[in-house]
């Protein structure tokens, strides 16, 4: 999708090393890779595209990738929310490649429709409409920084207060346990601090959920990886995404890290400020102090 982060992809790449082109005519994409295979040393590729690209077609492109021999092709999708790319539009004041003379709305839904199947047939995809320029470079180097034929395991947390997380394959909602917002001393802190850790071990729910969570992952990310699946991301999310949803991925993240993975770990919302109104009430959120109060 035009304004997805096609420019930061390409130039974090090209910081990795690899040789980047962007907008290249379809028409000379052979030529272009056999010629970097033929230099003394040859360096992965990468080619970005989009609609403004002269001869692409999301129907054609898969049949003329796999038409180049003696290469091994991945197509990398990047997605993004329409609103989100709205925003983009709005904040560079550029205008969208397909409504140059209509509301970026316009552009966004056509482009959808037209690269549609260019998503269904990717290999990888990527959404940014969550990310910084700086957590999608990191991104990338974990996906293409080192061996690329080892599967990518991400651990994640986030708040559903501020959406749900979109990269997520498996997600946990944390919501049913005791909320340390509700702890004056604990709201300040978040789940990575061990205060905040103790505390929500003290729930009686949550030992138990934990133990059957991280059961529940070692047995299926084999499975996941034995299918064929490169990325896999398990996020945990609380309703502001800054205690509960984050110790549990803290810890499952260790947990994993024992069994033999080597998950990556992503907070999404662990510096949003603290929200009372985010939170809701302390007796929604099952805070434990208020059913000792009550006792």
């Given amino acids: 999708m035009s304004g997805a982060g096609k420019s930061t992809v390409l130039d974090a790449l090209e910081d990795m090393g690899w040789d980047c082109v962007d907008n290249l005519p379809t028409a000379l994409l052979d030529q272009f890779v056999h010629g970097e295979r033929e230099a003394r040393q040859p360096l992965p590729v990468a080619v970005g595209m989009d609609v403004r690209s002269r001869g692409f077609d999301p129907f054609d492109l898969p049949a003329l990738l796999r038409s180049i021999?003696?290469?091994?092709?991945?197509?990398?999708?990047?997605?993004?929310?329409?609103?989100?790319?709205?925003?983009?539009?709005?904040?560079?004041?550029?205008?969208?490649?397909?409504?140059?003379?209509?509301?970026?709305?316009?552009?966004?839904?056509?482009?959808?429709?037209?690269?549609?199947?260019?998503?269904?047939?990717?290999?990888?995809?990527?959404?940014?409409?969550?990310?910084?320029?700086?957590?999608?470079?990191?991104?990338?180097?974990?996906?293409?920084?080192?061996?690329?034929?080892?599967?990518?395991?991400?651990?994640?947390?986030?708040?559903?207060?501020?959406?749900?997380?979109?990269?997520?394959?498996?997600?946990?909602?944390?919501?049913?346990?005791?909320?340390?917002?509700?702890?004056?001393?604990?709201?300040?802190?978040?789940?990575?601090?061990?205060?905040?850790?103790?505390?929500?071990?003290?729930?009686?729910?949550?030992?138990e959920t934990i133990d059957r969570i991280e059961a529940l992952l070692i047995g299926l990310i084999p499975r996941y990886w034995a299918a064929g699946k490169s990325y896999l991301t398990v996020a945990f999310g609380c309703t502001g995404g800054r205690h509960r949803s984050v110790a549990a991925a803290v810890e499952m993240a260790e947990r994993l890290r024992g069994a033999g993975f080597s998950p990556n770990v992503r907070h999404r919302d662990l510096l949003s400020q603290p929200s009372d109104t985010i939170e809701g009430s302390p007796a929604s959120s099952g805070a434990r102090e208020s059913a000792e109060a009550g006792e």
């Fill in 69 to 207: 021999k003696d290469v091994k092709p991945e197509i990398l999708y990047l997605d993004c929310a329409g609103a989100e790319l709205v925003r983009r539009y709005d904040e560079t004041r550029r205008r969208h490649p397909l409504a140059p003379d209509r509301p970026p709305e316009d552009g966004i839904a056509r482009e959808r429709d037209l690269t549609a199947p260019l998503r269904q047939m990717a290999d990888a995809v990527i959404d940014t409409t969550d990310l910084s320029p700086a957590e999608l470079r990191e991104e990338l180097l974990r996906r293409y920084g080192g061996d690329v034929d080892q599967p990518v395991l991400t651990v994640a947390s986030f708040g559903f207060a501020r959406g749900i997380s979109r990269s997520a394959d498996l997600v946990f909602d944390m919501r049913f346990v005791a909320n340390p917002h509700w702890i004056d001393e604990l709201r300040p802190l978040t789940g990575k601090d061990q205060a905040v850790r103790d505390y929500v071990a003290e729930d009686p729910a949550w030992p």
